[in-house]
Structures are given as C-alpha cells and as structure tokens.
C-alpha cells in the first residue's frame, strides 16, 4: 500500500468520524435511541484507535472528543450497553483498517 493510499483511508476514517459527531449531537436527549449511542461509541473507538496510530494532529483539528469517562455508572443501563459495544466496534474495525 503506498503512502497515498493510506493518506485516503486516513481521511475517509476522519470524515466518518466527523460524520458520527454530527449524527449524534445532542445524545443526552436520545435516551431512547440506542443506535446513535451506538455511532457515538463507535466514533470514540475510532478516535482512540487513531490516537494509538499517532494520528492526534490531524484528529485534534478535526473535533473534540468525548471524555474517557463519558458514561461512567451508566454502562449498565441500555444506552451505555449500546455505546460500549459501538466503541469496541469502532476500535477494532478502525484498526484492523489501518
């Protein structure tokens, strides 16, 4: 793979992050809806994974990302259930790709 391509792939996966930070905007609102708990855990798995590739310049001028301790004493419940599950998908696709 050239230096090119992985150039793309970087910016497609910062889109997408972005992308997921738009979708999910006003999350605390959304209780109910746990697909976009889904996509904003996913797009904080991607985040991390990217920060382990030293990827942080171009991810920190893109958006800010949620705390590490974002639903801390609410991963039981239904929508911390669906953010954790998004966030170790995110991660682990947004690896497997890099």
């Known amino acids: 793979m050239t230096n090119q391509d992985k150039q793309a792939i970087l910016q497609r996966l910062l889109q997408l992050v972005q992308q997921l930070y738009t979708e999910t905007e006003g999350l605390a609102e959304s209780e109910s809806d746990l697909q976009l ?3 904003r855990g996913y797009a904080n ?3 991390r994974a990217l920060r382990e590739k030293n990827q942080d ?5 893109l958006i ?16 911390g259930k669906a953010y954790r599950h998004g966030f170790e998908m ?7 790709v890099l």
């Open 64 to 79: 800010n990302a949620d705390r590490d301790d974002y639903l801390t004493n609410q991963e039981f419940l239904p929508w």
């Open 45 to 47: 798995g991607m985040i």
């Open 37 to 39: 708990w889904y996509n």
């Open 90 to 96: 995110g991660e682990k696709e947004t690896r497997e």
């Open 57 to 61: 310049d171009q991810l920190l001028d």
